[in-house]
């Protein structure tokens, strides 16, 4: 069965689970694998339970009745993955509107949170939800478009090379842009230049499309030289032919920032944490403009903004003002993360910060960095977490995990500090916010 006739019967079944435990009645189900499963095995459960049709890639999994004949509601296919993202790129390309696609090593989740909050003062946007940038998650994405929307953003993730490439290539933008590229994954791209080329596959695609547009930090060379031949849009705080140039005002401990297109001048009070957000904030005003929001609605949209997802978010406890940038953490956003808060107009500060993971060979070299900038800057009260930070060499306290820094919470009470907690998300600092 080829993409175009699964699709017809899509229309007639509009909604896919690929989770045999969420079996709407007359969804199709699609036998995903991962790591540790095999969605071919539940194919059967799935119809059992309500769905109108399984499509599965184990031909094997179909159930035969007592003829020997097979059960018309299994659909084999080559490629059950492959499947689900051709049948999403299908299901795209049935809306005649504006796709923007956003990746990058930081500030991705943030920009694309900004931008549709931006746009959602005028149209009514798809956005991709969470953290769903990768090869199930944004296919989930495109199958949420409806004939409502009128304009579209969706985040792209990577870990590999030509993550990028397959991503682009479902999701079709016609606009595109990388926020910034940076040391993340290095294990899975084997280098720095992995990983520029891997994001470059945005730039790429845009690159055959016709009027394609890129929206560019005119400041980033890396990113100016990687995207030559194409028709830019540049935003920043410096650089020239900028539609958008911004500055950073304070952050005390919020990014207060102003703006202008030449036109005139407005300042922003938001409730972000840390100086590098200007560039996420100037994206989403540079994008707005672009599509005829006003400056009015752009100021809303950014003031009104609040994180929710351990994103430079600030959390109030009783005791303590928690600086919560716990989702993910590589040598790039760290050492951002780090400047700003040795910058901040506050006092006292502490730091508790976890492992920097999947650096490969780099992990060593990267942490004493981290715990190097941290002597020159003279930040004292630093707790580093896990089994990398812990080979480095320094006079900070060290913990094995998580469990550890809550007995020594619970032991020691901290009270009145700006603390800053940030680290791959498998440290689980997050776990900490209710501790202090």
């Known amino acids: 069965m080829d993409i175009e006739q699964l699709y017809e019967i899509y229309k007639s079944h509009p909604v896919i689970t690929t989770d045999s435990r969420d079996c709407p009645a007359d969804s199709i189900f699609i036998a995903l694998k991962g790591g540790s499963f095999d969605g071919n095995k539940f194919a059967a459960a799935a119809l059992e339970k309500g769905c109108a049709f399984a499509v599965i890639d184990e031909p094997e999994c179909a159930v035969a009745d007592a003829s020997g004949r097979i059960d018309p509601r299994y659909i084999v296919v080559d490629d ?29 989740t943030t920009t694309k949170e900004l931008v549709s909050a931006v746009l959602s003062e005028r149209f009514n946007v798809l956005f991709t939800q969470g953290n769903f940038n990768n090869d199930v998650g944004v296919p989930k994405t495109l199958f949420r478009l409806t004939s409502d929307h009128d304009i ?103 990014l207060k920032f102003r ?63 928690l600086i919560v940038d716990a989702y993910n953490a590589n040598p790039t956003s760290m050492m951002a993360a780090l400047r700003n808060f040795r910058d901040m107009a506050v006092e006292p500060k502490m730091a508790i910060l976890g492992d920097m993971r999947e650096l490969g060979e780099s992990s060593g070299v990267e942490h004493q960095k981290i715990v190097d900038f941290l002597v020159e800057a003279g930040l004292q009260n630093i707790w580093l977490v896990g089994t990398e930070f812990a080979k480095t060499r320094c006079h900070y306290r060290k913990f094995n995990d998580v469990e550890e820094v809550k007995a020594e919470v619970a032991a020691c009470e901290p009270k009145g500090y700006y603390i800053l907690i940030k680290g791959s998300n498998g440290i689980k600092l997050s776990q900490l916010t209710e501790k202090l």
């Open 152 to 254: 579209a953003v969706v985040e792209m993730g990577a870990s590999h090379p030509g993550d990028i490439k397959t991503l682009v290539e479902i999701v079709e933008p016609q606009y595109g842009l990388i926020t910034n590229v940076g040391k993340a994954h290095l294990q899975g791209f084997g280098s720095f230049e992995g990983v520029v080329h891997t994001k470059g596959e945005l730039y790429d695609f845009l690159r055959k499309q016709e009027n394609s547009t890129v929206f560019i930090d005119a400041g980033n060379q890396l990113l100016m030289e990687i995207a030559r031949g194409l028709q830019l849009i540049a935003y920043g705080v410096c650089g020239d032919n900028l539609k958008v140039r911004g500055e950073v005002v304070s952050c005390a401990p919020f």
């Open 80 to 108: 059950c993955l492959r499947t689900f993202q051709l049948l999403a790129r299908h299901h795209r390309r049935q809306f005649h509107i504006p796709v923007i696609g956003i990746t990058g090593t930081n500030g991705k």
């Open 259 to 321: 703006w202008t297109d030449g036109i005139g001048s407005h300042e922003v009070q938001s409730h972000l944490i840390g100086s590098y957000n200007i560039y996420n904030m100037l994206a989403a005003v540079c994008i707005g403009l672009n599509f005829g929001v006003t400056a009015e609605e752009i100021n809303h949209a950014l003031t009104n903004y609040i994180p929710s997802n351990n994103r430079s978010q600030l959390t109030e406890t009783g005791d303590n003002h």
